[in-house]
């Protein structure tokens, strides 16, 4: 018999802002990303010499993703371009698996 947990949790914040703020521009770009690559991979692997075999994997993720780009209680004066983006383009690749070999009867659970 053989078991496996992974936990993983992710808290990621990117912010852009103007807050409480008098601002006299030509142009004005604003931009927040949260970009990158987030892997997890959790298994387990039982090898039974007797009649069963039984193995199992749990595999938790929590991704809290903020992407923010705003302007709170200000006074702009822009004479051109104003551009605000929030891009969020994190890739998620999570794996989760078992094996259980036995004799006879081998069992794999992954969660």
Do not use: P, R
């Not at 970009?35 to 929590?62: P, Q, T, W």
């Not at 209680?73 to 070999?101: C, H, Q, R, W």
């Amino acid at each position: 018999m053989a078991g496996s947990y992974a936990g993983n949790y992710f808290d990621n914040q990117a912010k852009t802002y103007i807050e409480n703020s008098t601002l006299q521009v030509g142009t004005l770009d604003m931009k927040a990303q949260n970009s990158g690559e987030i892997f997890a991979l959790s298994g387990s692997g039982s090898i039974s010499g007797g009649i069963a075999s039984l193995a199992g994997s749990v595999s938790i993720n929590e991704v809290t993703n903020s992407t923010e780009t705003y302007i709170n209680n200000s006074t702009l004066s822009i004479n051109k371009d104003l551009d605000i983006e929030s891009i969020d383009d994190l890739i998620y690749k999570y794996f989760a698996g078992a094996l259980g070999v036995g004799k006879t009867f081998g069992l794999g659970l992954s969660f």
